[in-house]
């Protein structure tokens, strides 16, 4: 094991390229999953008509499948129709169709949970269904659903690592980059690795936590 050759500065300065790119790509597939995953939890917990048992079809068959199956298909099986994506962004629309199907789930959970008297009282009220929806019962199954969402974004930067079969640039990618100079380079490289994971998701796990205890 070579920690002195493993952790100088070039090798830290490529491993933190490759952060970045893992941060990046998280952080893209969480905005457009949450907004995603909303709209199908919404529409689900909603019933309405025909569209929300397509929904169905779709979360539940999404959910099913395995994450790198959809990382694969995004970047080889979609140019065989035309569709031909960076591997930056064949990444995210996988992690984004995946995670989706999970928020989905999670939103629709969230609703749930809420009386139903609740959503009667405010249609009394005057308050249209989506009105009702909007002020009334997404309030505050939103603070409800938050340390669900939190877990679920950190399972999500953890799945970033996935994309390594694509070849994405990013932390682990790199990583084997480094690995590749020299072969006592790999303990140090994957111990250093491990600490940055479990440093940043230890973060939001307490983030989660602190929430939980919150709405508690």
């Known amino acids: 094991m070579d920690f002195v050759g493993a952790y100088s500065l070039d ?22 999953s949450f907004i995603i995953g909303g709209i199908l939890g919404t529409i689900r917990f909603s019933k309405v008509p025909v569209i929300s048992q397509i929904v169905v079809v779709i979360v539940e068959t999404i959910r099913n499948l395995p994450l790198l199956l959809i990382i694969l298909f995004t970047y080889l099986a979609l140019p065989e129709i035309g ?22 789930e999670i939103v629709r959970g969230g609703l749930n949970s809420i009386e139903k008297g609740q959503m009667e009282a405010a249609r009394s009220s005057g308050l249209t269904y989506l009105q009702a929806l909007q002020k009334v019962i997404l309030p505050q199954a939103l603070r409800r659903m938050v340390p669900n969402l939190v877990s679920q ?39 250093l690795i491990a600490v940055i994971y479990f440093i940043v998701n230890y973060i939001l796990s307490l983030i989660a936590r602190r929430l939980e205890l919150k709405h508690t």
């Not at 090798?11 to 457009?32: D, E, H, R, S």
């Not at 994506?85 to 989905?104: D, G, K």
């Not at 999500?156 to 932390?171: F, G, N, R, W």
């Open 83 to 104: 569709i031909n994506l960076s591997i930056t962004v064949s990444a995210i629309i996988a992690l984004v169709v995946f995670e989706s199907s999970m928020i989905a």
């Open 153 to 191: 974004f950190i399972s999500l930067l953890k799945d970033t690592s996935l994309a390594v079969i694509i070849s994405l640039p990013e932390m682990l990618h790199h990583a084997k980059i480094i690995q590749a100079q020299n072969i006592h380079y790999v303990i140090p490289i994957f111990i």
């Open 11 to 32: 090798n830290l300065a490529f491993l933190m390229q490759g952060f970045y790119v893992t941060l990046k790509v998280a952080v893209i597939a969480i905005i457009f």
